[in-house]
T-cell receptor, first 110, second 113 residues
Framework: SQQGEEDPQALSIQEGENATMNCSYK?????LQWYRQNSGRGLVHLIL?????REKHSGRLRVTLDTSKKSSSLLITASRAADTASYFC??????????FGEGTQLTVNP | NAGVMQNPRHLVRRRGQEARLRCSPM?????VYWYRQLPEEGLKFMVY????????ESGMPKERFSAEFPKEGPSILRIQQVVRGDSAAYFC???????????FGSGTRLTVV
């Protein structure tokens, strides 16, 4: 399977702590993207990291990509209750379509 | 810029009826993708279309499902003779070209009763 696989499936932390989610995949990629989905809602694009990039930042988000290990991590620093959501990684391969993982359910407790 | 617009937001159909889901891509986007999300699961690719062309339908069930993206108007995902297992959230995304960022719509939640 080409799909990204997130780890852990579920993560529960206290407000202010950092949250780290991992994604592994099996094929060559053009880029890897992270999305957030609040319960019952659509997807919100968080960040895209290209295959020739190793690290990218956006506000409290930090994404790393290790193409040799075919893995990526998403770090959310100083988490807030509003960060509670499901987080999905998606890989884009040639041919343009995105292949999603099953997601990590993050719960940030106030 | 209104973003990707999907309608209806919620759709209830009885078994055997037809479901039509619409997606209007962002202005200037000519690439449309449909994904299905079952409860508690990730999104699964269904079909990738450009104007008047199906580029990749490898994720689409062979029967009952069809998609189009006409020269004028929204993209349509059509499910004939719906069954309970079709109940899911269907998301549409658009992009201006291959390899560029995707914008997702808010989805259509189909419930088959």
């Amino acid at each position: 399977s080409q799909q990204g696989e997130e780890d852990p499936q579920a993560l529960s932390i206290q407000e202010g702590e950092n949250a780290t989610m991992n994604c592994s995949y099996k094929t060559s990629i053009n880029n890897l993207q992270w999305y957030r989905q609040n319960s019952g809602r659509g997807l919100v694009h968080l960040i895209l990291i290209r295959s020739n990039e190793r690290e990218k930042h956006s506000g409290r988000l930090r994404v790393t990509l290790d193409t040799s290990k075919k893995s990526s991590s998403l770090l959310i620093t100083a988490s807030r209750a509003a960060d509670t959501a499901s987080y999905f990684c998606a890989i884009e391969t040639s041919g343009s379509r995105l292949t999603f993982g099953e997601g990590t359910q993050l719960t940030v407790n106030p | 810029n209104a973003g990707v617009m999907q309608n209806p937001r919620h759709l209830v159909r009885r078994r055997g009826q037809e479901a039509r889901l619409r997606c209007s891509p962002m202005k200037g986007h000519s690439h449309v993708y449909w994904y299905r999300q079952l409860p508690e699961e990730g999104l699964k690719f269904m079909v990738y279309l450009q104007k008047e062309n199906i580029i990749d339908e490898s994720g689409m069930p062979k029967e009952r499902f069809s998609a189009e993206f006409p020269k004028e108007g929204p993209s349509i995902l059509r499910i004939q003779q719906v069954v309970r297992g079709d109940s899911a959230a269907y998301f549409c995304a658009s992009s201006p070209q291959e390899g560029r960022g995707y914008t997702f719509g808010s989805g259509t939640r189909l419930t088959v009763v």
